[in-house]
């Protein structure tokens, strides 16, 4: 007669890695004791001391991007290869660890969230700051109209050069960042203005209403998408910047890096 543990055990058969989605240390150390399976933890910060850990920028809502970032994140560190099966252990409705699930490396599609985060001078807290305002902004509009806009993140000097105001800078003389509340709502209010929002590697907002003039010769970006995606691709391809585009006409956020569209997420789905 079956039973509940057959069920598990099926799962767990043959699987040398357990990825765990911020334990607790007790949680943790008791994993660590289990024979021939290594333990890589995948949290905000290495609270629990884990010999193998990966960093996730922010906790991701949606538990399937959570596991992608993880599994991407273990692949780059080389704890895992293609191929390999991995059981990951996270919570998902209690604020312990309450679900297992068991995933073969590769079958995940690459989200790119992971290179957005990692691969970005800019600091990933500032990334995925820019990315909530950006899907906030796809969600509800500006006063309920859709909306498009244009962030450009990191290397801030070399975007200013490579750009001019289209009118006064409202940041001028302002010392604020990005994540700050008060300061994503005059972002969104911005928002319907013409132009891009450029913002330094630590999150500093340089300006707003900022036109952009990179070389956009030889990128080239999905059909359908206009000025501002080219601009976006280019400007990303001339400096060190990163850019998220929120989409007026199809109400997708963009990321672009080194020319590249690297992200795209539905903000009804993130
Ligand atoms: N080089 C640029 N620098 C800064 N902002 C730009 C630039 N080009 C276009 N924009 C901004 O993008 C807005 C939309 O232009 P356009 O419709 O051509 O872009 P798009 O890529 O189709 O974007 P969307 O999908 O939002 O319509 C412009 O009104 C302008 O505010
Ligand atoms: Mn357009």
């Known amino acids: 007669m079956a039973n509940v543990r057959d069920l598990l055990d099926e799962l767990v058969e043959g699987v040398e890695t357990v990825l765990l989605f911020s334990p607790s240390e007790a949680y943790y150390e008791r994993c660590r004791e289990i ?15 884990a010999e193998r850990f990966v960093e996730l920028p922010l906790e991701f809502v949606a538990a399937k991007e959570r ?15 293609k ?48 990315v909530d305002v950006a ?9 309920g109209k859709p909306v498009g806009a244009l962030f450009v993140i990191g290397d801030a000097g070399k975007v200013m050069n490579k750009s001019r105001p289209l009118s006064y800078n409202p940041f001028e003389k302002s010392h604020v960042h990005v994540g700050d509340p008060i300061v994503n709502v005059m972002l969104k209010e911005f928002s319907r203005l013409d132009g891009a929002f450029v913002i330094s590697d630590s999150g500093k907002i ?47 956020v963009r990321a672009f890096k080194g020319g590249e569209l690297i992200l795209e997420l539905d903000p009804e789905e993130y």
């Not at 969230?113 to 820019?130: G, N």
């Not at 899907?135 to 006063?143: A, F, I, M, N, W």
């Not at 080239?220 to 001339?238: E, F, V």
């Open 35 to 49: 024979e021939d399976v290594s333990v890589v933890v995948c949290a905000g910060d290495n609270g629990v001391g």
């Open 206 to 252: 340089v300006s707003a209403y900022r036109y952009l003039e990179p070389n956009a010769e030889g990128v080239d970006i999905p059909k359908g998408l206009g000025t501002r995606h080219m601009a976006a691709a280019s400007i990303t391809r001339d400096t060190n910047a990163t850019a998220v585009v929120l989409s007026e006409s199809d109400r997708l």
């Open 135 to 143: 899907v906030e902004l796809g969600q509800k509009g500006q006063k």
């Open 83 to 130: 191929g390999d099966e991995v059981v990951c252990a996270l919570q998902l409705f209690d604020d312990a660890i309450d679900s297992v699930c068991r995933v073969r490396v590769g079958d995940l599609d690459r989200s790119g969230v992971y290179d957005l985060f990692t691969t970005s001078r800019a600091d990933p807290a500032v990334i995925s700051a820019v």
């Open 67 to 81: 596991i992608r970032f993880g599994v991407e994140g273990a692949t780059e560190e080389g704890f895992l290869t």
